[in-house]
């Protein structure tokens, strides 16, 4: 491969991302992330060849290192008890510097560089300040690959980790150290993982060969079946019999150690070929970040698409449950208004009337009088009743529908994020997945409740008392007046009970019908009015939760945006957002 061929490649995937509809959105920090490896991989090219040691803590790394250069360059562990990159090359004489992040440095021996640093070990505040540490040397095994030791993956503190992780795309070639006693562990192959999905080519080491029982063919069939799928070549060795046998001129150690085959590997395959092998590293860097850009854009795509699906799917299923709820409480209320409110007085008044007991020494006025204040107490009594019921069957039924649909779209934007990191595990590491999840329309929903129930269903504001309203707006069901005529043709029938009960019936008859006609058409408004406020309610806290600031028409163009840039995607005339 020609380095004009990788350098198009990087800017042709330069130019993908300053066309990008979603660059503006400063939320999505994977974009930053792709940005800053660009630069690390354009200013990489014609570089020395950079071989990083890398693994967890207590795996041997520095001892490995030492081994590789021929003499002792890294004091065991220095590097693990340190947040600080440490590269190392050669030169025809030894110095050491130490770099600030603000371009300040110190230069001395290495002896006194590794005291800085023994000296600050576990200060984060001193570390915070370091960029990296340059260590030389005049070892033969440091004069065609710069190595890089790193703090380790499952170090002390999470800041070393960062640092490392920060650092992977200035690296050429890792080899990752194994602590042969520990392998298997999760933690370790997903940091393994990472590394392999950024595209670097890996070469394992299962070290301390010379502490466990087992055949080193064992240990490396079971290495090639948990994580070979992450690796180019893996080898058994001892770091400390290598190291041992270097110091002593004892090749037979040397040999023992596995030592020798690894690095007659790495100098037929990588050191005599460290300008391909860099250019293809570079290379496949940068496919890894091309295949990433292109699939935050798809799960964005398809994180809007099902946003706006479900935004109707709300209004659809609120105006649906509305309208059912609204008929069947129309009717129940219909039901109650002919059949059950005032019965008990019309009971009342025929046993009454049936006893001959009801018309006896009656005073016309205090008859007329007492007839309608009864009723029209008992009328309110169970109006009141009935509506402070009514408001609580109402309400109840609202959570349950409301509940319904939060339960199904969650299970579905659940269902979708879980297809969406397994989609990325190929593509991007897990980390930078996470990262996307919390991206600019993900996070409301992922994160919990739709807001359909909980935003609406607070104190009631949309439920306007039912039982309130109607005792506002409803007249008296009887007025006194109107009674007079009648009590008196019952007066001169006073054994005509049939007249009688017929008589009280009409008057119930028309109480019914008077509220009937009122309490009906209210109560019709004011259910339309509960769907339609709940309603808006609940679109409006679903973007507000799910939309990230965005407008819905703001959001719609964005997903057409999104179409024609990954429609344009691969067009190698790259016309994007014309």
């Given at each position: 491969?020609?380095?004009?061929?990788?350098i198009?490649k990087l800017?042709?995937?330069?130019?993908?991302?300053e066309?990008?509809?979603?660059?503006?959105?400063?939320?999505i920090?994977?974009?930053k992330s792709?940005q800053?490896d660009?630069d690390?991989?354009?200013s990489?090219?014609?570089q020395?060849?950079?071989?990083?040691i890398?693994g967890?803590v207590?795996s041997?790394?520095?001892?490995l290192l030492?081994?590789?250069?021929?003499?002792?360059i890294?004091?065991?562990?220095v590097?693990?008890?340190?947040a600080?990159?440490?590269k190392?090359?050669?030169?025809?004489?030894?110095?050491?510097?130490?770099?600030y992040?603000?371009?300040?440095k110190?230069?001395?021996?290495?002896?006194?560089?590794?005291?800085l640093?023994?000296?600050?070990q576990n200060?984060i505040?001193?570390?915070?300040?370091?960029?990296?540490v340059?260590?030389?040397?005049p070892l033969?095994?440091?004069?065609?690959?710069?190595?890089?030791?790193?703090?380790g993956?499952?170090?002390?503190?999470?800041e070393?980790?960062e640092i490392?992780?920060k650092?992977?795309?200035?690296?050429?070639?890792?080899?990752?150290v194994?602590?042969?006693?520990?392998?298997?562990?999760s933690d370790?192959?997903?940091?393994?993982?990472?590394?392999?999905?950024?595209?670097?080519?890996?070469?394992g080491?299962?070290n301390?060969?010379?502490?466990i029982?087992?055949?080193p063919?064992?240990i490396?069939?079971y290495?090639?079946?948990?994580?070979?799928?992450?690796?180019?070549?893996c080898?058994?060795i001892s770091?400390y019999?290598?190291?041992?046998?270097?110091?002593?001129?004892?090749?037979?150690?040397?040999?023992?150690?596995?030592?020798?085959?690894l690095k007659?590997?790495?100098l037929?395959?990588?050191e005599?070929h460290?300008?391909?092998?860099?250019?293809?590293?570079?290379?496949s860097?940068?496919i890894a970040l091309?295949?990433?850009l292109?699939?935050?854009?798809e799960?964005?795509?398809?994180?809007?698409?099902?946003k706006?699906?479900s935004?109707?799917?709300?209004?659809?299923?609120?105006n649906?449950?509305?309208?059912r709820?609204?008929e069947?409480?129309?009717?129940?209320?219909?039901?109650?208004v002919?059949?059950t409110?005032?019965?008990?007085e019309l009971?009342?008044f025929i046993?009454?009337?049936?006893?001959?007991?009801?018309?006896?020494?009656?005073?016309?006025?205090?008859?007329r009088?007492?007839?309608v204040?009864?009723?029209?107490?008992v009328s309110?009594?169970?109006?009141r009743q009935?509506?402070?019921?009514?408001?609580?069957?109402?309400e109840?039924?609202?959570?349950?529908?409301?509940?319904?649909i939060?339960?199904?779209?969650?299970a579905?934007?659940n269902?979708a994020?879980n297809?969406s990191?397994?989609?990325?595990?190929n593509?991007?590491?897990?980390?930078?997945?996470?990262?996307?999840?919390?991206?600019?329309i993900?996070?409301?929903?992922i994160?919990g409740?739709?807001?359909?129930?909980?935003a609406?269903?607070?104190p009631?504001?949309?439920y306007?008392?039912i039982?309130?309203a109607?005792?506002?707006?409803m007249?008296?069901i009887?007025?006194?007046?109107?009674?007079?005529g009648g009590?008196?043709?019952?007066?001169k029938?006073?054994k005509?009970?049939?007249?009688?009960k017929e008589?009280?019936?009409?008057?119930?008859?028309?109480?019914r019908?008077?509220?009937?006609d009122?309490?009906?058409?209210?109560?019709?408004?004011l259910l339309?009015d509960l769907?339609r406020?709940t309603?808006?309610k609940?679109l409006?806290?679903y973007?507000?939760k799910n939309?990230?600031?965005?407008?819905?028409?703001e959001?719609?163009n964005l997903?057409a945006?999104?179409?024609?840039?990954?429609?344009?995607?691969?067009?190698?005339?790259?016309k994007?957002?014309?």
């Amino acid at each position: 491969m020609q380095t004009s061929e990788v350098i198009n490649k990087l800017n042709d995937i330069r130019l993908k991302l300053e066309n990008s509809p979603l660059l503006h959105m400063s939320n999505i920090s994977d974009l930053k992330s792709i940005q800053n490896d660009l630069d690390v991989l354009l200013s990489h090219i014609n570089q020395p060849l950079k071989m990083a040691i890398l693994g967890e803590v207590k795996s041997g790394k520095s001892t490995l290192l030492n081994a590789f250069a021929g003499g002792q360059i890294s004091p065991t562990n220095v590097t693990e008890t340190t947040a600080c990159i440490m590269k190392i090359a050669f030169s025809e004489t030894s110095k050491a510097l130490f770099f600030y992040k603000n371009g300040k440095k110190i230069e001395g021996s290495i002896d006194e560089i590794y005291k800085l640093l023994n000296d600050n070990q576990n200060n984060i505040d001193f570390f915070s300040q370091c960029d990296h540490v340059e260590i030389f040397k005049p070892l033969s095994g440091l004069k065609q690959i710069e190595i890089i030791d790193t703090p380790g993956l499952a170090t002390i503190t999470s800041e070393n980790e960062e640092i490392t992780r920060k650092y992977f795309q200035n690296i050429d070639v890792v080899l990752w150290v194994f602590n042969v006693h520990y392998l298997g562990q999760s933690d370790v192959n997903e940091e393994l993982r990472t590394v392999a999905n950024m595209g670097k080519p890996i070469i394992g080491i299962v070290n301390k060969i010379d502490e466990i029982a087992e055949e080193p063919e064992e240990i490396l069939e079971y290495i090639d079946k948990t994580v070979g799928l992450y690796l180019k070549k893996c080898f058994a060795i001892s770091a400390y019999q290598a190291y041992t046998g270097i110091q002593n001129s004892d090749m037979d150690l040397q040999k023992k150690s596995g030592f020798i085959d690894l690095k007659t590997y790495l100098l037929e395959k990588i050191e005599r070929h460290s300008n391909d092998v860099l250019l293809d590293s570079i290379n496949s860097s940068a496919i890894a970040l091309d295949k990433k850009l292109k699939y935050i854009h798809e799960e964005v795509l398809e994180q809007i698409k099902l946003k706006l699906k479900s935004f109707n799917t709300i209004n659809d299923e609120i105006n649906r449950r509305g309208v059912r709820l609204k008929e069947h409480h129309l009717n129940n209320t219909e039901t109650w208004v002919w059949h059950t409110y005032l019965q008990s007085e019309l009971d009342n008044f025929i046993q009454r009337i049936d006893s001959g007991s009801y018309f006896k020494n009656v005073n016309l006025e205090e008859l007329r009088n007492d007839l309608v204040n009864e009723l029209n107490q008992v009328s309110k009594m169970e109006i009141r009743q009935y509506l402070e019921a009514l408001t609580s069957k109402i309400e109840r039924e609202w959570k349950e529908s409301l509940s319904d649909i939060d339960n199904s779209l969650f299970a579905i934007f659940n269902k979708a994020h879980n297809d969406s990191v397994l989609r990325g595990m190929n593509i991007v590491s897990n980390s930078s997945n996470n990262s996307l999840t919390d991206s600019i329309i993900t996070a409301g929903a992922i994160g919990g409740s739709l807001a359909v129930y909980s935003a609406v269903l607070g104190p009631a504001a949309a439920y306007v008392s039912i039982g309130t309203a109607m005792g506002v707006f409803m007249p008296p069901i009887l007025a006194a007046g109107v009674l007079v005529g009648g009590l008196q043709s019952i007066i001169k029938n006073k054994k005509e009970k049939n007249k009688g009960k017929e008589f009280v019936q009409n008057i119930i008859s028309n109480a019914r019908q008077n509220l009937s006609d009122k309490l009906l058409p209210d109560l019709e408004v004011l259910l339309d009015d509960l769907c339609r406020k709940t309603k808006e309610k609940a679109l409006e806290e679903y973007i507000l939760k799910n939309f990230n600031g965005y407008t819905q028409e703001e959001i719609k163009n964005l997903y057409a945006n999104l179409e024609i840039y990954l429609k344009n995607y691969n067009s190698q005339n790259l016309k994007f957002l014309e």
